[in-house]
């Protein structure tokens, strides 16, 4: 078993991928990429922090967070999201994977891997790279040609701050070339 240790520094900015229990494609659903638009937006509020960038894929999701400053808890809200998310989920008669009985005993639920995988972005550079990579990644999973093409992230406001020209990412990104964050 291994031993992960996640580094929490206060105000830092994260990066995060969250999956789904099996890589089911909970998110090819309109009502399921509401419905956690809905939770994050609820928890961002309850528990503030700004959305740098995001992708929402069909299986798994990829964030970068900034949070205020003297505030390092990302898990709480990452638990709340996945809790609040499987809870609505569940009740509005959505499905879920199977789980064993040994998960099920431990009250796992099949809609969230258990975990969630996490990077403290220390630097300018390493941000960067991280959001040529998340808005780089429908292209990577062959959803579409283009990061444009792919609604369900923040490519196009990336696109009307001026970090990116529109036609960016038509081939994959020297910045990202063997950068592993899946």
């Known amino acids: 078993m291994s031993h992960y240790r996640r580094w929490y520094v206060p105000g830092g900015t994260y990066f995060i991928t969250v999956v789904t229990y099996h890589r089911y494609p909970y998110f090819q659903s309109d009502a399921a990429r509401q419905l956690l638009g809905e939770v994050m937006r609820e928890v961002q509020t309850e528990s503030p922090f700004q959305v740098v960038a995001t992708v929402l894929l069909p299986d798994h999701l990829?964030?970068?967070?900034?949070?205020?400053?003297?505030?390092?808890?990302?898990?709480t809200r990452w638990k709340r999201i996945k809790a609040r998310f499987t809870d609505r989920w569940l009740a509005s008669g959505g499905h879920e994977e199977r789980v064993t009985l040994a998960q099920e005993r431990r009250g796992n639920r099949g809609i969230w891997q258990k975990r969630f995988r996490e990077n403290t972005i220390d630097d300018q550079e390493y941000l960067i790279q991280v959001c040529d990579y998340i808005h780089y990644n429908p292209v990577k999973h062959g959803y579409v040609l283009r990061?444009?093409?792919w609604p369900q992230s923040?490519?196009?406001?990336?696109?009307a701050a001026g970090e990116y020209e529109i036609d960016w990412g038509r081939s994959e990104p020297a910045s990202i070339a063997g950068l592993d964050l899946e």
Request: zero cysteines.
């Open 62 to 75: 990829h964030a970068v967070w900034t949070l205020p400053a003297g505030d390092s808890d990302y898990s």
């Open 154 to 159: 923040t490519f196009l406001r990336f696109v």
């Open 147 to 149: 990061p444009r093409d």
